[in-house]
């Protein structure tokens, strides 16, 4: 079986600075592993994924996550955060030897002016 | 292209009653999921279709079922509604046959059980 683990249920972060969400995972098999971000009221959007090509993975909107299969870790990072990043953020891994996709609790980022 | 599309997108319903929720996936795309979410538990998968077929099932009880036509629309319906039933219900389409590729979100229907 797999799992996923946000470490943080919520980030605050001031406009400007650098934004680290945390995610580690289990799987038997090599995983995909996915951050989705959900805007209030809306569906969720893909950011990123990794599906066994290049560890590290640049997305959409400046972000960039890096696979460490030793630390079973996939962080997402920006550099700069802007007021349009508070949202709820979500790392995802899937088995693809099942079709088994889990969710994370998700990691809610908060942007202070 | 359009994305997927959810209806109705609010839904207010009363206790034992039952209700059916609809969902379209982006044009070509053969696999649809559904998801519900709570603040609670999270998102939480409920089931998967495929060529009309079930392929996978999360741990929900058997008052949630799906059906997916021959156009790759697809619907989930609960019967016997129950309060702990209020959620955020997503559907996501995706163009391979299994979940390993990305999946695309609709905006979700909100039910609302009284």
């Known amino acids: 079986a797999q799992s996923v683990t946000q470490l943080d249920s919520h980030v605050s972060v001031s406009e400007g600075t650098p934004v680290l969400l945390r995610c580690n995972y289990s799987s038997s098999y090599s995983p995909s592993l996915f951050w989705y971000v959900q805007h209030p009221n809306k569906g969720l959007q893909l950011l990123l994924k990794?599906?066994?090509?290049?560890?590290l993975v640049k997305g959409i909107n400046g972000f960039e996550a890096e696979f460490k299969k030793s630390e079973t870790s996939f962080h997402l990072t920006k550099p700069s955060a802007h007021m349009s990043d508070a949202a709820e953020y979500f790392c995802?891994?899937?088995?693809?030897?099942?079709?088994?996709?889990?969710f994370g609790a998700g990691t809610r980022l908060t942007v202070k002016p | 292209k359009a994305g997927v599309t959810q209806t109705p997108r609010y839904l207010i319903k009363t206790r034992g009653q039952q209700v059916t929720l609809s969902c379209s996936p982006i044009?070509?795309?053969?696999?649809v999921s559904w998801y519900q979410q709570t603040p609670g538990q999270g998102l939480q998968f409920l089931f998967e279709?495929?060529?009309?077929?079930?392929?996978n099932k999360g741990n929900f009880p058997g008052r949630f079922s799906g059906r997916q036509f021959s156009n790759s629309r697809s619907e989930m319906n609960v019967s016997t509604l129950e309060l702990g039933d209020s959620a955020l219900y997503l559907c996501a389409s995706s163009s391979a046959r299994d979940i390993y590729y990305e999946q695309y979100f609709g905006p979700g229907t909100r039910l609302t059980v009284t």
């Open positions: 279709y495929f060529s009309e077929t079930q392929r």
């Open positions: 044009s070509g795309h053969r696999s």
């Open positions: 995802v891994v899937s088995d693809r030897n099942n079709n088994d996709m889990r």
């Open positions: 990794y599906t066994s090509a290049a560890t």
